[in-house]
């Protein structure tokens, strides 16, 4: 075996906090993904219940909403939006759930269409 990774993460269940404990073989992460499926547009599961999700997405100034490649079975548990050039737009998510997100990006320097790379995380 290789390296293990070790984490502890509190999620908010809306009550309370739910603590999940995560102790992984990197092997055993890596040994569920193909990356020669991985587009642009996709989506890893991580396990059994971990699945990463990650998008392009493109509109004019306004904020558009875009689905995600699946469902997420329960919930989003963390999203992030980064901008194709961060020195010409800026990239803001407005909100989330399993389905679907709502995404401004706005133009700084210039009119036209901008970018964003997505991330998103849930179970």
């Not at 739910?18 to 396990?47: P, R």
């Not at 737009?89 to 320097?109: E, G």
Request: charged share 20%.
């Amino acid at each position: 075996m290789g390296q293990t990774k070790k984490a502890i993460y509190k999620i908010d269940n809306g009550v309370d906090f739910d603590t999940i404990h995560l102790q992984t073989d990197v092997e055993q992460i890596l040994s569920n993904i193909d990356l020669s499926k991985i587009d642009y547009n996709g989506f890893v599961k991580l396990n059994k219940d971990l699945i990463l999700q990650f998008r392009i997405c493109t509109n004019r100034g306004s904020f558009g909403r875009y689905d995600f490649p699946i469902v997420f079975p329960n919930r989003c548990i963390s999203i992030q939006a980064t901008a194709s050039d961060p020195n010409n737009a800026a990239a803001t998510i407005t909100s989330v759930n399993k389905n679907n997100f709502d995404l401004q990006i706005t133009q700084l320097n210039s009119s036209g269409y901008a970018s964003a790379f997505v991330w998103a995380i849930g179970c």
